[in-house]
């Protein structure tokens, strides 16, 4: 998987998360197209426990892709029916207020 996690000026964060394979491609479902790209996820692979250090502590996330998907529901942060498929490809954003 892939980690990014951007810092927002007012201090807060949003933890990015894909699968490896997923980086660079660009997957679609009907007019919506998105392109998973290393500016949002990153280029550096993180260890599974990496990933679950920083979701356990994200106040929003942004994942893509089953592995990445999988650790946040392992976790409690999301339900299966809090996810979405883009074409075969998982996806789920959690935002804690």
């Given at each position: 998987?892939y980690?990014?996690i951007?810092?927002?000026?007012?201090?807060?964060e949003v933890v990015?998360?894909?699968d490896?394979e997923?980086?660079?491609?660009?997957i679609?479902?009907?007019?919506?197209?998105?392109?998973?790209s290393?500016?949002f996820?990153?280029?550096?692979?993180a260890?599974?426990?990496?990933?679950?250090s920083?979701l356990s502590?994200?106040?929003?996330?942004?994942?893509?892709?089953e592995?990445?998907v999988?650790l946040?529901?392992?976790l409690?942060?999301v339900?299966k029916?809090g996810?979405?498929?883009i074409?075969?490809?998982?996806?789920?954003?959690?935002?804690r207020?």
């Amino acid at each position: 998987m892939y980690l990014k996690i951007h810092r927002t000026p007012a201090g807060d964060e949003v933890v990015a998360v894909c699968d490896r394979e997923l980086i660079n491609a660009r997957i679609s479902h009907g007019d919506l197209e998105i392109h998973i790209s290393e500016a949002f996820y990153g280029n550096s692979p993180a260890t599974p426990e990496a990933v679950r250090s920083a979701l356990s502590r994200a106040e929003n996330a942004n994942l893509m892709g089953e592995r990445s998907v999988a650790l946040a529901i392992e976790l409690g942060l999301v339900g299966k029916d809090g996810c979405i498929h883009i074409g075969s490809v998982p996806h789920a954003q959690i935002i804690r207020i």
